[in-house]
């Protein structure tokens, strides 16, 4: 399944084979430099250029004469230039974001353990609807990283152990800052940490806040924090997300604008009802914090949704002795979270979800489906997509000592493996490793019929 590019480019293969005696005779000569490569069709031109100016010097002046060398020096070396940078230069290759074949074809030509996309398993991800991606790019991520790190380190609640550690918290701020919602609803406080980062990213925004447990019960044992600003539906006013009357809350909010409003889950619900529910109350956009990959967590994540078989890395196989079996087990040495076949296979060899199962609400509820309805749900998934874009972990494994994500079933980190430096400018080798260990693909949509 993964085999490498070994050797050259087709320029340096074919350059060996072209290698013919007269121009390596030639390259034997006092004019050729001595760092040249083996003689080519680079030798045999400039032997072919050599006997032309000998030609034209022969009734020529001294000034013309020099001319002409240099002309023929600067065009070696032109030769010498172009013949290196074929030589070590990669072949371009354009593959579209969101074509599974092309990518699949590039990918596995890859090293297996060199950086790309998804690393060397592969994971699958959702296709949008027209291939749009998110506006920011990766230096807006690096830039915004250095502004938020101080801003975390003033956070009220510093262990958020069962809630977001710091790579979520950085995704959540981030793109609450980049999309500049008007409201903010949050499904899932817990302790309030996630408001926190809500109301730093945004601090005039309104936020309305769904949750069995107001966080202001968490303060007996420690801290929490209750936004002044937050609507909240906790206690015994909690309403689930699904069955609030959007319409009537949003126009008590002086909300029109539903693309001014952005939605964060953090509930642990079958992400597919969810995202029903918010295409039915006109909902554009959302983050999912916890986009389970396949065969792990307690619901059904988008990420799991779109895992197919014609998306490398996704539509599992259950074959003991196969590349993934092999590749897994020794993940699973490694990686914390990384599944071996087993546990990513249930009855019937039933992979998807997990082990066949559609999870909902911590697992408290569970269904089993079958393959056809797994594969139904893609389709109306990426169907409503316009944008899909998770979160890449914060920084490299190596810099921040986590162990638990697999970064084979990971994009490439924000911070990448070995840019120490980076990471120290940053301020991100001041934070405790601990919350570096809560990385689970935050994701964000862009949703619409
Ligand atoms: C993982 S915690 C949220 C962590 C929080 N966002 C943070 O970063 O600190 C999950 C929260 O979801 C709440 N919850 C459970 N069922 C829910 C539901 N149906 N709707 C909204 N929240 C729910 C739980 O009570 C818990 O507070």
């Known amino acids: 399944m993964l085999s490498s590019r070994r050797g050259g480019t087709p320029t340096s293969g074919g350059g060996d084979d072209e290698e013919d005696p007269a121009s390596t005779a030639a390259s034997s000569s006092a004019e050729e430099p001595k760092t040249h490569p083996p003689a080519t069709l680079t030798a045999r031109l400039a032997s072919y250029t050599r006997s032309l100016v000998s030609l034209s010097t022969s009734s020529t002046s001294f000034s013309s004469h020099c001319l002409t060398i240099s002309l023929f020096i600067a065009f070696l070396f032109s030769l010498l230039g172009l013949s290196v940078l074929l030589r070590y230069s990669r072949p371009v290759a354009c593959i579209p974001p969101y074509d599974p074949l092309a990518r699949s074809v590039h990918f596995s030509r890859r090293l297996e353990g060199l950086a790309s996309d998804f690393g060397s398993l592969g994971v699958p991800w959702c296709r949008s609807k027209q291939g749009r991606t998110v506006e920011w790019a990766p230096s807006d991520l690096i830039k915004a990283l250095e502004e938020f790190v101080p801003i975390y380190e003033t956070r009220p609640i510093k262990n958020n152990m069962y809630g977001m550690g710091f790579d979520h918290s950085f995704g959540l701020w981030f793109m609450a800052r980049w999309l500049e919602p008007d409201l903010m609803v949050e499904s899932g406080a817990f302790k309030g940490h996630s408001t926190w980062i809500l109301r730093q990213a945004r601090p005039d925004a309104k936020i309305i806040s769904l949750s069995p447990r107001h966080p202001e019960k968490y303060l007996k044992k420690g801290p929490a924090y209750v936004d002044p600003n937050c609507t909240y ?28 409003v952005l939605v964060f889950f953090d509930d642990h619900q079958n992400e597919l009802k969810r995202l029903k529910q918010a295409l039915k109350a006109g909902f554009r956009h959302l983050i999912f914090e916890d986009n389970y990959d396949t065969g792990t967590g307690d619901h059904y994540s988008l990420r799991q949704i779109c895992d197919q078989s014609y998306i490398r890395g996704g539509g599992h196989s259950c074959f003991r002795d196969g590349d993934e079996a092999r590749i897994r087990l020794k993940r699973k040495k490694f990686w914390d979270k990384a599944l071996d076949i087993d546990e990513i296979c249930g009855k019937g060899e039933a992979w998807w979800g997990v082990r066949g199962y559609m999870r909902d609400d911590f697992n408290h509820s569970n269904k089993a489906i079958s393959y056809a309805e797994h594969f139904q749900n893609s389709r109306f998934v990426e169907s409503i997509l316009n944008v899909y874009w998770e979160l890449p972990p914060v920084a490299g494994p190596s810099l921040t000592h986590q162990t638990r994500y697999d970064p084979a079933r990971a994009s490439d980190p924000i911070v990448e493996d070995g840019r120490y430096a980076l990471f120290q400018r940053l301020g991100l080798g001041k934070l405790d490793s601990s919350v570096f260990n809560g990385y689970t693909q935050m994701v964000y949509v862009e949703i619409s019929r």
Do not use: A
């Open 233 to 260: 539906f906790t206690g015994k006013n909690f309403v689930d997300f699904g069955s609030m009357s959007w319409g009537k809350v949003l126009g008590q909010h002086g909300v029109k604008d539903l693309s001014k």
